[in-house]
């Protein structure tokens, strides 16, 4: 691929997000505020401290904790704080948090005009772009638990094998911090 395709590339990816973004100034939240409500209603129960959300997004801790007060003071988001160490916390959507994340926007619905056919290869590429930049970056890669190399399905739901713990079922569908590839060495 030449340098003037990645620049053409790069200008539809840039474009793209900015017009989400663009959609994600809605009921009094701005797009941060979003990309971390939409972060908390996909993360497992492992993966949602500051730091955590911070990763995910591409962004700084103190930028994430920030956008954690103003949604707590909203009521969008409840804080929990570590039994063995209060300096640890981790949040989870309030029903306000859940609520305000089900308005399709007109980015949603533009996926829907594509097709089923253009929107599974929209999706193969960018995942296949994504993973590509996190790695190029040394990031955390994040992933469905159910595809991870350390996940063990059970009956009653799934296993970690890396946090010998025991998986809700729905669980194996949330995106985890621990993440690791199958095909990871």
Same mark, same amino acid.
């Given at each position: 691929?030449?340098?003037?395709?990645?620049?053409?590339?790069?200008?539809?990816?840039?474009?793209?997000?900015?017009?989400? #973004?663009?959609?994600?100034?809605?009921? @009094?939240?701005?797009?941060?505020?979003?990309?971390?409500?939409?972060? %908390?209603?996909?993360?497992?129960?492992?993966?949602?401290?500051?730091?955590?959300? &911070?990763?995910?997004?591409?962004? !700084? +801790?103190? !930028?994430?904790?920030?956008?954690?007060?103003?949604?707590?003071?909203?009521?969008?988001?409840?804080?929990?704080?570590?039994? #063995?160490? +209060?300096?640890?916390? #981790?949040?989870?959507?309030?029903?306000?948090?859940?609520?305000?994340?089900?308005?399709?926007?007109? /980015?949603?619905? =533009?996926?829907?005009?594509?097709?089923?056919?253009?929107? =599974?290869?929209?999706?193969? @590429?960018? &995942?296949?772009? %994504?993973?590509?930049?996190?790695?190029?970056? @040394?990031?955390?890669? /994040?992933?469905?638990?159910? !595809?991870?190399?350390?996940?063990?399905? !059970? &009956?009653?739901? @799934?296993?970690?094998?890396?946090?010998?713990?025991?998986?809700?079922?729905?669980?194996?569908?949330?995106?985890?911090?621990?993440?690791?590839?199958?095909?990871? =060495?």
């Amino acid at each position: 691929m030449t340098h003037s395709h990645n620049i053409a590339l790069r200008a539809l990816i840039d474009r793209l997000a900015r017009l989400a #973004s663009a959609d994600d100034w809605k009921g @009094g939240l701005n797009p941060s505020q979003v990309a971390v409500l939409s972060y %908390l209603a996909r993360a497992n129960r492992f993966s949602r401290a500051p730091s955590h959300a &911070a990763a995910f997004l591409g962004t !700084t +801790r103190g !930028t994430v904790s920030q956008t954690f007060k103003s949604l707590l003071g909203k009521g969008l988001v409840v804080e929990h704080r570590s039994a #063995s160490d +209060r300096r640890r916390i #981790s949040f989870d959507l309030s029903a306000a948090g859940r609520e305000a994340l089900m308005c399709p926007t007109t /980015f949603d619905n =533009a996926l829907c005009a594509i097709g089923a056919a253009d929107r =599974a290869a929209l999706e193969q @590429g960018v &995942a296949a772009f %994504l993973r590509a930049l996190v790695a190029v970056r @040394g990031g955390q890669p /994040f992933g469905l638990c159910r !595809t991870c190399r350390y996940h063990e399905p !059970t &009956a009653k739901g @799934g296993y970690c094998k890396l946090l010998d713990v025991a998986l809700q079922s729905a669980e194996a569908d949330q995106i985890c911090h621990e993440y690791c590839p199958q095909d990871a =060495a």
